[in-house]
């Protein structure tokens, strides 16, 4: 699929640079163009083993391919940010997931607060920042299953219909078919 036009605009100065670090190391010329292109090829398959960002992943490939270029060019930012991408990425979806809550749930101010008293068995730190990404795969997986649960519930207590809110299933590749089955009167069904 490739990289998209932003990710471009980020990718290529910073294979630029590393050409120049390269170049500064070896002694070699920089506009030497078939030296550049066979490097940056050289350099492509030893990050992610291909030769060409058109077959590249637009999440993970860029994420290795990035800090691969990042460390030849020693560029901290890049490497820096991209060390922490998994870790940047589960905090979005658990605030969004938090946010879920508050649609659901207005009575309740949802924050990483509620999560850490919620979940206090996983052992979670004082801050999201500082929490690693094994712990905040956990801590979505719970949250989005809460959500899941509260968005079964009927609108209204006396309402046995069993049709919910309908939040948007983000973390879902497609929404699951769900189909309320009545056992009895008192009981007005379960989901199968």
């Known amino acids: 699929m490739g990289f998209s036009g932003p990710?471009?605009?980020h990718f290529r100065p910073l294979v630029e640079r590393a050409w120049h670090v390269h170049c500064n190391r070896t002694g070699r010329r920089r506009f030497d163009r078939a030296a550049r292109d066979a490097w940056y090829r050289q350099n492509l398959m030893e990050s992610v083993?291909?030769?060409?960002?058109k077959e590249l992943n637009?999440?993970?490939d860029f994420d290795e391919v990035m800090l691969h270029f990042a460390i030849i060019a020693d560029d901290k930012y890049w490497i820096d940010r991209l060390s922490q991408g998994d870790e940047r990425?589960?905090?979005y979806l658990i605030k969004k997931r938090l946010s879920d809550l508050d649609e659901l749930?207005?009575?309740t101010k949802h924050t990483w607060d509620?999560?850490?008293a919620t979940y206090a068995q996983m052992g979670l730190p004082k801050t999201i920042e500082t929490t690693p990404a094994r712990l905040l795969w956990k801590v979505f997986q719970a949250l989005?299953?809460?959500v899941r649960q509260l968005d079964r519930l009927p609108l209204l207590?006396?309402?046995?219909t069993m049709q919910g809110r309908r939040m948007p299933m983000r973390a879902a590749p497609r929404q699951p078919d769900c189909k309320p089955v009545a056992t009895s009167e008192k009981n007005p069904g379960h989901f199968y």
């Open 105 to 107: 749930d207005p009575f």
């Open 114 to 116: 509620y999560a850490r």
């Open 58 to 60: 637009q999440v993970s």
């Open 157 to 160: 207590p006396w309402d046995s």
């Open 144 to 146: 989005d299953t809460h």
């Open 7 to 9: 990710q471009q605009a």
């Open 89 to 91: 990425r589960m905090r």
């Open 49 to 53: 083993g291909t030769y060409t960002t």
